[in-house]
């Protein structure tokens, strides 16, 4: 039998702190979203870029609701709320931005002030949909399952009513600039909100993917993580190994929610118009399924799941009627062949390691 | 004298059922403590009373001077009580390693803007936690599952693991419950030397809940015993051995006059 201190020698020493590993991944995020943005017109046409712009908005809507359905465990099925919330608070700012500012909407002489605009809609969008995730989280600390997931749907539906008893939108100028505030509210009711100009071009976009799957990625792998993760797994433990279950849950909600919201705002500068519906329950269930179908907990699952089901309803375009059918065909058997998602709480790269069931592993020797 | 642990008359009614009453529980530091009695006589109870699962409904507890009835679980943790599940409750999809780093979790900062930017302070904790998790497994003889996802374990080092990841919160009092149950003798054996060892090594002070007699009187020094909520006896194992309130209360479940072997539970 070995000793203490020769168990203690073979364990790996202490790696210094390398800038390398802390700043490459945001150098490949923007590195990323310019090859998207540069290499995709060279190959596909503009209908396809349209769609990996979607592609793009899901991956951040999926990868975000992980956070709270996937390390969290608490089942939200309110996503699509917080979407629409970053969805019109963004598309407000710009399209009102833009006349206050420029007494016009979408003048390509405004388009870098415009681009301005959308990031300056997009970060207030986040942070009040971040806010509306702190008072949903809130309830999550009382509610369990079932209860939970009520909950959060009623959140949706009563975003969309509340989106439905929006004013007219304004479009004159003149109008909004005597009176910002109330017109800031002009969302046009169930109509929907129409005008605002497509700034989220593709690096936009896939600059966002990037983030969002780095810094969920980092928050999986770092103590909060675990925390986040311990809940899901057992609450009663964690919280007697000193999770404090209230702070981590709202934490996972707010987070969520704040991704949630951009991808919400983004989305509705792609130039297509958010309207109430948008926060509906339909909207909610397919990021859910995203999650699901990737993996409870898998970032790059739910990156390949979310870039899937955008895809598989253009790919299946041609079988017309029976598109439906094989969508649902699909997606039972997936549910069956791996009941977990395509890699449970697991990354693409950790199924490469082989079959982790071997009784001897290298973990813990260097 | 001033005790680590220092539980006064706590007590705790389910409905009617008088599942704790008035139970004085005091442990000194570096003290091996145990809790008996025969089943359903209020052991885990008493574990939940001092855990704030459940919060005394008469009585105090005081952790090294400081009172903690009335905290929640996560903040009494942070004071520095630690327990182990009677039913083993360890997070089973993630892996060894991150089961006991969650431990260390309580004794660390977690900021937002740190953890997402890496920053130097938030690397340099990681790397600690993670040393100090693998000399914790060390000790247990589970460093080489590490990366074993923590429900593919066999059941004794299930057990052992959870104890490893009380540890992690480096706790002043450690409470053990029924840390042997579903071990071979020969388990049995190492998982006393390692309680005594790990006791020694840390300066802990230990409340075990046990129902493998030899183990007990083997390895406490002090015991209460508890029957119907109740404490019927409180002592050396030799005094508790000898008590006829003792006997009595084993006398149904085991059918011998001396409470030495295992006694059968459901
Ligand atoms: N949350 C609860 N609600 C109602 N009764 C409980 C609860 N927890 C424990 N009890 C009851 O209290 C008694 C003591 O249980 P317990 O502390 O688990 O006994 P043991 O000594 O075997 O650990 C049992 O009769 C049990 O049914
Ligand atoms: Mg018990």
Request: glycine share 12%; hydrophobic share 45%; with cysteine.
């Amino acid at each position: 039998m070995k000793t203490l201190a020769q168990h203690i020698s073979e364990i790996s020493p202490a790696r210094a702190f390398r800038p390398v590993a802390v700043f490459v991944p945001w150098v490949v995020c923007v590195l990323l979203a310019l090859a998207v943005h540069f290499v995709s017109p060279l190959l596909v046409n503009e209908y396809w870029e349209s769609v990996l712009q979607r592609m793009g908005v899901f991956i951040v809507a999926a990868v975000s609701l992980n956070i709270v359905n996937g390390f969290t465990g608490q089942f939200s099925m309110g996503h699509a709320g917080f979407m629409a919330i970053g969805g019109y608070i963004g598309a407000g700012v710009t399209y009102y931005g833009s006349l206050i500012l420029h007494g016009s909407v979408g003048d390509p002489n405004f388009a870098v002030q415009g681009t301005l605009l959308m990031l300056a809609g997009l970060v207030a969008g986040a942070c009040t949909a971040a806010g509306a995730g702190y008072l949903v989280g809130l309830p999550s600390l009382r509610l369990r399952g079932d209860y939970l997931a009520i909950v959060t749907l009623g959140f949706g539906e009563i975003i969309r009513v509340l989106l439905e008893l929006t004013p007219k939108q304004v479009s004159d100028a003149a109008a909004v600039k005597a009176s910002p505030i109330v017109s800031f509210f002009g969302f046009n009711g169930a109509t929907g909100f129409a005008g605002t100009p497509a700034y989220a071009n593709l690096f936009w976009i896939w600059l966002f993917v990037a983030i969002t799957c780095v810094i969920a990625y980092r928050m999986k792998t770092s103590s909060s993580g675990r925390a986040f993760l311990s809940i899901r797994e057992d609450e009663i433990a964690a919280r007697a190994m000193g999770v404090d279950l209230t702070k981590y849950k709202v934490r996972a909600f707010v987070l969520a929610a704040f991704f949630g919201g951009v991808a919400g705002a983004l989305y509705s500068h792609t130039g297509v118009n958010p309207s109430p519906t948008d926060a509906g329950f339909q909207r909610s269930f397919d990021i859910i399924i995203m999650v699901v179908l990737g993996g409870l907990g898998s970032v790059s699952g739910s990156v390949l799941a979310a870039m899937i089901l955008v895809l598989m309803p253009e790919l299946l375009r041609d079988l017309q009627q029976y598109r439906l059918v094989l969508y649902a065909l699909l997606l039972i058997v997936m549910m069956l062949v791996r009941p977990k998602g395509l890699f449970g709480v697991k990354e693409i790269w950790d199924l490469s390691r082989g079959d982790r069931k071997q009784p001897v592993g290298k973990g813990g020797t260097p | 004298m001033s005790f680590l642990l220092d539980a006064q008359g706590i007590g705790i009614t389910f409905g009617g059922l008088k599942a704790v009453q008035d139970l004085t529980v005091q442990l000194p530091a570096g003290v091996l403590y145990g809790l008996i009695g025969p089943n359903g006589a209020g052991k885990t109870t008493a574990f939940n009373l001092i855990t704030g699962v459940y919060t005394p409904q008469t009585g105090s507890v005081k952790l090294a001077g400081q009172t903690i009835n009335g905290l929640r679980p996560h903040q009494i943790a942070k004071a520095g009580l630690s327990r182990t599940f009677q039913n083993i409750r360890l997070f089973g999809e993630l892996s060894v390693l991150e089961n006991v780093m969650l431990g260390s979790h309580v004794r660390g900062t977690h900021r937002l803007l740190a953890t997402l930017l890496r920053t130097p302070g938030f690397v340099a904790q990681e790397e600690a936690m993670k040393r100090r998790a693998m000399e914790l497994l060390a000790i247990f003889d589970l460093a080489r599952m590490a990366d074993e996802q923590a429900k593919n374990l066999p059941y004794g080092d299930q057990r052992r693991l959870e104890i490893c990841r009380a540890l992690a919160t480096e706790p002043k009092v450690l409470l053990l419950d029924e840390p042997a149950a579903g071990m071979n003798p020969s388990e049995k054996k190492s998982l006393s030397n390692t309680i005594r060892e790990i006791r020694d090594r840390f300066g802990l002070a230990v409340l075990l809940i046990e129902h493998d007699m030899g183990l007990v009187m083997e390895i406490c020094e002090q015991i209460t015993v508890l029957d119907h909520g109740q404490v019927i006896s409180v002592g050396t194992p030799k005094q508790v051995q000898a008590d006829p309130k003792v006997i009595e209360a084993y006398l149904g479940v085991e059918g011998s006059g001396e409470p030495s072997g295992e006694v059968s539970h459901a």
